[in-house]
């Protein structure tokens, strides 16, 4: 009930293309669904996030697609970047509740 | 703009030695704090979280132990380090609703030997 389930594991993009990255969680409850990139040896960097109320948010390249009855959200990267390359880490959450993060997806988009 | 500090930036400790780790917040009040570890590929585990001064919360029972001792000052401890203490450790702030929009700080990487 409290897993949120990432894939895929890792993701091989080319320069340009879509990168398209999906969790799937449980429970009904959560109301907040944020996205974190991580570069090697950083902390994570809050991406963009999203609530149940809209079905897709997007800021510059980066969208997130929100799917209730299907309790799934995915993160969307339009025209991928080698600096886009690093690990992303799906969460969610609902009201004061402990952040629920996915187990992550590394990205390497190659020229 | 808010910025989140973290110290020392690299540990190598041997087991059995005490550890303090030490994370600030500038140009926030009364912000949320949070210690959080990750393990290598792996997700993040929310240790402690704190919502005030001497407000601390414990997620998962264990031998670290956590202090605020001033508003946007937050202590992780351990009085002996094991040698699955290793990690990456983050700590992370957030203003209003707890746990939501959540930054985090450039984190500790800990080597117990």
């Known amino acids: 009930q409290q897993q949120v389930k990432q894939s895929p594991q890792s993701l091989i993009v080319q320069k340009g293309g879509i990168s398209i990255i999906n969790c799937a969680y449980e429970n009904t409850a959560f109301d907040y669904f944020p996205w974190y990139q991580q570069f090697p040896g950083k902390g994570p960097a809050l991406l963009i996030a999203?609530?149940?109320?809209?079905s897709e948010k997007k800021e510059g390249r980066f969208t997130i697609s929100f799917n209730k009855s299907a309790k799934q959200f995915s993160l969307h990267i339009m025209d991928s970047q080698p600096g886009d390359s690093a690990t992303y880490f799906c969460a969610a959450s609902k009201n004061t509740d402990k952040l629920i993060f996915g187990t992550g997806t590394r990205l390497q988009v190659f020229p | 703009s808010q910025t989140i500090h973290q110290w020392p930036a690299t540990l190598v400790q041997p087991v059995g030695s005490p550890l303090s780790l030490e994370c600030t917040v500038e140009g926030t009040s009364n912000p949320n704090l949070y210690w959080y570890r990750q393990a290598a590929g792996r997700g993040l585990q929310l240790l402690f979280y704190?919502?005030?001064?001497?407000?601390i919360s414990s997620e998962v029972p264990q031998n670290l132990s956590a202090s605020r001792p001033q508003d946007r000052q937050f202590i992780l401890s351990s009085k002996k380090l094991l040698l699955s203490d290793s990690g990456f450790y983050l700590c992370?702030?957030?203003?209003?609703?707890?746990?939501?929009?959540?930054?985090f700080g450039p984190g500790t990487r800990l080597t117990v030997t």
């Open positions: 999203i609530r149940p109320d809209v």
């Open positions: 992370a702030w957030s203003t209003g609703v707890v746990f939501y929009e959540q930054y």
């Open positions: 704190s919502v005030g001064i001497g407000q």
